[in-house]
């Protein structure tokens, strides 16, 4: 039977079975904006990260929304014995960075959405390097995809991650138990970018639009003000003599 979007069954249930009830065990949840997740169809999820928890908390409130997420990973997780076989039978799409098959990710992920996949997009391509976790500046990948297939995208903020797992430790930090807030807001507006080449300058501005939602929503979970300009990790080119 024909699963548009969604691994074998069998695969999903072993998934959901050995993780959900430690999600419900160790994280509470706050959930906001579910009724902005199509159930159905191609579409884009565009979130913050914050910690390398995150894919599998967020992952709990897709799935609890009628959807399966389809993640971009690291193309060495692919490559560990046993974890490698699971992940490429959820789904997950191999990220060959810094090379000249980086581009092959997007091609798979295009693919995945014209056949109706949920594809989880981090724009800024790795957790923030924000001393405040506010969302960093992005990357033009998921800017890219949403011109290209017509998909909507759903921006999503999250908040709580950083607790369970900061940044750079390995053991997460179960106890006390913690809060896990999500919030999804309408899809954005990139209908101004539409018929136009798919310029860099193009792409740019349809990616600040789409990381503008996901901090917007952030400031809202957070009750902040979010900063005027996204911190930028890239390091500052000396200038010319």
């Given amino acids: 039977m024909s699963r548009p979007g969604r ?23 706050k959930w906001h904006g579910r009724q902005h997740i199509p159930r159905q169809g191609g579409m884009i999820i565009a979130a913050n990260h914050l910690s390398w928890s995150d894919p599998v908390l967020f992952a709990h409130y897709a799935y609890d929304n009628g959807r399966w997420p389809v993640y971009l990973a690291k ?3 692919f490559d560990v014995p046993v974890l ?22 997007l091609k798979d992920a295009e693919k995945a959405l014209r056949e109706g996949a ?18 960093m500046s992005a990357k033009t990948g998921v800017a890219r995809l949403a011109l290209a297939t017509g998909v909507p995208v759903i921006p999503v903020a999250h908040w709580g991650a950083q607790e369970l797992l900061p940044y750079g430790e ?3 930090r179960l106890l006390p138990r913690k809060k896990f807030e999500v919030i999804a807001g309408p899809p954005v507006d990139l209908s101004r970018f539409e018929g136009l080449p798919m310029r860099s300058s193009v792409l740019r501005e ?15 979970i957070r009750r902040e003000k979010a900063p005027d300009l996204p911190y930028d990790q890239r390091p500052e080119i000396p200038p010319a003599q």
């Fill in 7 to 29: 691994p074998p069954a069998f695969w999903e249930a072993l998934a959901v079975v050995l993780i959900k009830p430690l999600l419900l065990l160790f994280i509470k949840r």
């Fill in 75 to 77: 193309a060495g997780i």
């Fill in 84 to 105: 490698g076989k699971i992940v490429r039978k959820l789904r997950a799409i191999p990220v060959q960075r810094g090379s000249t098959d980086a581009a092959r990710s």
């Fill in 118 to 135: 949920c594809v989880i997009f981090y724009p800024e391509g790795t957790c923030t390097r924000d001393p405040e976790l506010w969302p």
């Fill in 170 to 172: 390995k053991r997460p």
């Fill in 206 to 220: 349809a990616t600040a639009d789409i990381m503008a939602a996901i901090t917007g929503q952030l400031a809202e």
